[in-house]
Structures are given as structure tokens and as C-alpha cells.
């Protein structure tokens, strides 16, 4: 747990993917663990989607494709493996699939213990996508990683590219996030 403006990140990595992120991404960096250098890039998303000191808590999870295949199935209607997912805690996303979504159970308001942060929901990054995206693209995997991390921060605070002007948006604050850690998209 980490906090930057009563901003609080709280991550997961899956195995193997905690040693291979560290391998592939960060054993040319001195000094740098895994968990500091995803929650720093989480952070730098947080700062330029919130623009200001609005507090907030989110959950990053590094995982699977099948994990990831999975939750898009159920909760997106497509049953494939996507590069990020984010659960917003205030908006739902969009359902694209063909069958009807599944029926609102009712949801109830989750509260909060007093003078935590409110919660803005949960990313989670398909990190062999990331790297078969990479690869692709012929873009280092760092690169890939901290794009899907700062773009599925940007859908938890409400931005889309449904339209050309959101698209233009939500690739600018990339763009700044990116900036931010030395990094050009």
C-alpha cells in the first residue's frame, strides 16, 4: 500500500509473473523492486486522471490470460483474452457481447471505514498479452506494461475512446502519465 495525496494503490502480481517482470523489465534497474515500480506507475496514472487532491484507493492485479479471458467473458460478454480490464467502482463498463448481460443482482453501497479513501475499483493486466503485444509492436516491455497500467487507470476515473474527442482525451493523459516516468508512447 503506497499513498501519494491520500492516494493508495494495493497490487498483485501473480507467480511466475512477479520474477518475470523483474527479469524482462527490471534487472537492468539498480535498487527497484517489482512492487515499487508498477505502484509508481500506477501513481503517475492516479495523478493526471484525478488532476488534483482528490483521494483515492485502487487494486492493480498482474495476471493470466486465462484469468483474464475469464472475467472479460462474464463481465463484458467476450470470451477472449484482452489486454486490460477495469472494474470501476462507479460506472460499469460496456457490455459487448452477443447473449444478454447477466441480471443486476441488486448491488449494495459498499462503506468505507471513516477517513479512508474512496475506492475507484480494480485494473488487471493480462501480462502475457502485454508481452505478445510488445513483441508486436517492437516496443520494449516495459513500455506495453505501463501503457495497459496507466490506460486501465484512466477507464477506473471515467475515460473512454467510445468517440474520436474522448479517444483524443484519454491519449493525451497517456501521453502525460507516460511523460511523467520517461516514457514515450
Known amino acids: 500500500m503506497s499513498s501519494q495525496h491520500d492516494r493508495q494503490v494495493y497490487l498483485s502480481v501473480d507467480e511466475p509473473f512477479t520474477g518475470s517482470i523483474f527479469s524482462d523489465i527490471l534487472g537492468d534497474i539498480p535498487g527497484t523492486s517489482t ?10 496514472a492516479l495523478d493526471v486522471a484525478l488532476e488534483g487532491t482528490e483521494t483515492a ?5 498482474i495476471t493470466d490470460d ?3 479471458r475469464n472475467l472479460n467473458a462474464r463481465f463484458r460478454g467476450l470470451d477472449e483474452v484482452t489486454d486490460v480490464l477495469s472494474f470501476s467502482a462507479d460506472h460499469p463498463g460496456h457490455w459487448e ?3 444478454e ?4 443482482t441488486g448491488g449494495f453501497d459498499f462503506v468505507m471505514p471513516p477517513g479512508e479513501p474512496a475506492p ?3 485494473v488487471i493486466v493480462s501480462y502475457p498479452q502485454a508481452q505478445r503485444q510488445a513483441k508486436e509492436r517492437g516496443a520494449p516491455l516495459e513500455h506495453e506494461l505501463a501503457l495497459l497500467v496507466v490506460h486501465g487507470v484512466l477507464h477506473l476515473t471515467g475515460h473512454d475512446h467510445l468517440d474520436p474527442e474522448e479517444t483524443a482525451l484519454m491519449q493525451s493523459k497517456e501521453r502525460t502519465a507516460l511523460a511523467t516516468l520517461n516514457i514515450q508512447n
Do not use: F, H, N, R
Open 57 to 61: 484507493q485502487m487494486s492493480l492485479l
Open 101 to 104: 448481460p447477466p441480471e443486476d
Open 66 to 68: 486465462d484469468t483474464v
Open 97 to 99: 457481447g452477443e447473449a
Open 35 to 44: 512492487e515499487d515500480w508498477l505502484m509508481g506507475i500506477a501513481k503517475a
Open 120 to 122: 475507484l475499483g480494480e
